[in-house]
């Protein structure tokens, strides 16, 4: 694998016709995009970091085939300024390609599933410890928008007795 760190105004990308294939019945919960004009640059910029792309090249100078889907990145990139950032490719050999799709998209996904059912709990806690910490914090209701949970849903999770 090499990394590859490109500005994403430069950037083409075609999705891997089994990352199409496997996903065609995903659901996203989301109808409408949520906003992310709010984020900064630098916020925008440390995000996009950390959502390294997985691909291969393709013929096309700055083309690539995506080996994953990254509902994030997408919402990034709806961003106004986020043709100034630069993203990081993780460019893969295509002997490599089956073995990076299956694990993206069935043991990546799984591993992450764990967080879902404590994401709301959790980001009222960070919020408040953040606050607590002096840090400056988006609010409640731009937290909510990103992760397309109702303002009242960010709250502390019951415990169960």
């Given at each position: 694998?090499?990394?590859?760190?490109?500005?994403?105004?430069?950037?083409?990308?075609?999705?891997?016709?089994?990352?199409?294939?496997?996903?065609?019945?995903?659901?996203?919960?989301?109808?409408?995009?949520?906003?992310?004009?709010?984020?900064?640059?630098?916020?925008?910029?440390?995000?996009?970091?950390?959502?390294?792309?997985?691909?291969?090249?393709?013929?096309?100078?700055?083309?690539?085939?995506?080996?994953?889907?990254?509902?994030?990145?997408?919402?990034?990139?709806?961003?106004?300024?986020?043709?100034?950032?630069?993203?990081?490719?993780?460019?893969?050999?295509?002997?490599e390609?089956?073995?990076?799709?299956?694990?993206?998209?069935?043991?990546h996904?799984?591993?992450?599933?764990?967080?879902?059912?404590?994401?709301?709990s959790?980001?009222?806690?960070?919020?408040?410890?953040?606050?607590?910490?002096?840090?400056?914090?988006?609010?409640?209701?731009?937290?909510?928008?990103?992760?397309?949970?109702?303002?009242?849903?960010?709250?502390?999770?019951?415990?169960?007795?």
């Amino acid at each position: 694998m090499k990394i590859k760190r490109i500005l994403l105004s430069e950037l083409r990308l075609n999705m891997h016709p089994t990352v199409a294939e496997l996903s065609k019945g995903d659901c996203v919960k989301c109808q409408a995009p949520p906003a992310v004009d709010f984020l900064s640059e630098q916020e925008l910029q440390i995000l996009l970091s950390k959502l390294p792309l997985s691909v291969l090249t393709d013929s096309e100078e700055n083309t690539y085939i995506l080996l994953e889907k990254s509902l994030p990145f997408e919402l990034l990139k709806q961003h106004p300024r986020s043709h100034l950032c630069r993203v990081y490719l993780h460019i893969f050999n295509e002997d490599e390609a089956d073995a990076v799709i299956k694990t993206l998209l069935l043991q990546h996904a799984a591993l992450h599933y764990q967080q879902f059912d404590s994401i709301a709990s959790n980001l009222f806690y960070r919020h408040k410890n953040a606050k607590n910490v002096g840090l400056k914090t988006p609010t409640i209701r731009k937290l909510s928008a990103l992760s397309n949970l109702s303002t009242s849903a960010i709250r502390p999770k019951k415990r169960r007795t």
